[in-house]
């Protein structure tokens, strides 16, 4: 059997009661290592959960096999940071198991897209989620898809691409500084995001152009630009503009 | 200091390590038992967590003022079906408590807009959410979101009304009936999910028409109608064509 489970955003006891008792009972277990990071370290987890962890690069989890073929034979575990299916990889390893019936159970667990709420934007607006990747010369996703949620009045929120192994992690001003250079107006009303599922996540309103200079401690980051607000929204974004 | 803590979708066991850390140290524990429902009752949270429960409802979250008194002084949780910030009153609470200078937790968990993910479809391309409530005659905004979405590609996303106290959940084919009453058409590709964050949720694809005489055992439901589908998705989606 594969158990996909996701571990939360945070640290080593973000896991759920039901995501460490599945653990406790596999043979193998991978933690994929590539999509995202926690502040915790692999001997962090390992030492809470009593086993010893096989890191998924991108690589092995895109390929699939060694994981489908442990998970054929033994009980298996994939843990994925945030909650399991963000990554179409892994609807894709998924689908796999059920085209070649293997069991499977999902453990879910929080996601930043569902964190952001924290911002005090309503989590029932936001529109098309996209990446704004390191390599983005001629990536035009984010603006496209941030105009087509401006125009029904939805939130846009940009996840920054990250690179965990080379702790290389894309930071709002990076993003702001993207958007601008796509003509999106320095004027516009942004959310920088830092951390969320920490303790403290950082969390600023205001114009694009002074989010480009906004200095963000925590990673992951990831940035909102609001679409029609509410008051309460208002008000709740009001406490955060600290710039 | 307030602990808002989610506590998952399905059973007690879905509460993270931290969230429970967190409740330990509570005087006071309120469960918020109006805006969703847990396969667990009251009494298999309270054996689990070594604690009494007290059950706030609508009125006493809404107010707030008993849960905000107690947070001043002393440690309390509020316990949150799901994730904590879905519902507008719980952003409400927060943004209470940072006026007032109130500390404040935040323990994540899965949320229902997440585990959509098990159909299959994109979590990226949902648009904006919307509730179907019982009494439903005169309600547009559903209606309004998917036309919206729809027009840019975007995956709805419906929850459906519920009375927890009362046991009463609407289903998947009474919200199909909804729809189709509104002169969506009936066969408008959708898919109705029954008990998602189960270990065996029930997730149907097929025409409105057909989702209308399907039959789902679990609680609570949503029902999503697909937008623009990528191969992968529909592939995903075939496996669920049991109508």
């Given at each position: 059997?594969?158990h996909?489970?996701?571990?939360g955003?945070?640290?080593?006891?973000?896991?759920?009661?039901?995501?460490?008792?599945?653990?406790?009972?596999?043979?193998?277990?991978y933690l994929e290592?590539?999509?995202?990071?926690?502040?915790?370290?692999?001997?962090?987890?390992?030492k809470?959960y009593?086993?010893?962890?096989?890191?998924?690069?991108r690589?092995?989890?895109?390929?699939?096999?060694?994981?489908l073929?442990?998970?054929?034979t033994?009980?298996?575990?994939?843990?994925?940071?945030?909650?399991?299916?963000?990554?179409?990889?892994?609807?894709d390893l998924?689908?796999?198991?059920?085209?070649?019936?293997?069991a499977?159970?999902?453990?879910?667990?929080?996601s930043?897209l569902?964190?952001?709420?924290?911002?005090?934007?309503?989590?029932?607006?936001?529109?098309?989620?996209?990446?704004?990747?390191?390599?983005?010369?001629?990536?035009k996703?984010?603006?496209?898809?941030?105009r087509?949620?401006?125009?029904?009045?939805?939130h846009?929120?940009f996840?920054?691409?990250?690179?965990?192994?080379?702790?290389?992690?894309?930071t709002?001003p990076?993003?702001?500084?993207?958007?601008?250079?796509?003509?999106?107006?320095?004027?516009?009303?942004?959310?920088g995001?830092a951390?969320?599922?920490s303790?403290?996540?950082q969390i600023?309103?205001?114009?694009l152009s002074?989010i480009?200079e906004?200095?963000?401690?925590?990673?992951?980051q990831?940035?909102i630009?609001?679409?029609?607000?509410?008051?309460?929204?208002?008000e709740?974004l009001?406490?955060?503009k600290?710039?």
């Amino acid at each position: 059997m594969l158990h996909m489970i996701g571990i939360g955003l945070w640290d080593a006891r973000d896991i759920t009661l039901k995501g460490l008792d599945a653990i406790k009972k596999c043979s193998k277990v991978y933690l994929e290592c590539y999509t995202s990071a926690l502040s915790s370290d692999k001997s962090d987890l390992e030492k809470l959960y009593g086993k010893r962890l096989l890191l998924a690069d991108r690589l092995l989890v895109e390929d699939g096999k060694e994981i489908l073929d442990s998970a054929r034979t033994s009980d298996t575990a994939l843990l994925v940071i945030g909650d399991v299916f963000a990554a179409t990889t892994h609807i894709d390893l998924l689908n796999r198991c059920r085209e070649q019936g293997i069991a499977v159970q999902v453990i879910h667990n929080a996601s930043v897209l569902t964190a952001v709420g924290e911002t005090g934007l309503e989590l029932y607006k936001f529109g098309k989620v996209t990446s704004i990747p390191f390599h983005n010369k001629d990536v035009k996703s984010p603006i496209d898809a941030y105009r087509a949620n401006s125009k029904i009045g939805l939130h846009s929120l940009f996840l920054l691409d990250l690179d965990p192994p080379k702790k290389r992690f894309m930071t709002n001003p990076e993003a702001a500084r993207y958007l601008i250079s796509r003509k999106v107006n320095g004027s516009t009303l942004a959310v920088g995001c830092a951390g969320l599922g920490s303790p403290s996540p950082q969390i600023m309103a205001g114009p694009l152009s002074m989010i480009l200079e906004a200095s963000f401690s925590l990673v992951p980051q990831c940035l909102i630009i609001p679409g029609k607000l509410h008051f309460m929204e208002e008000e709740a974004l009001d406490r955060y503009k600290v710039l």
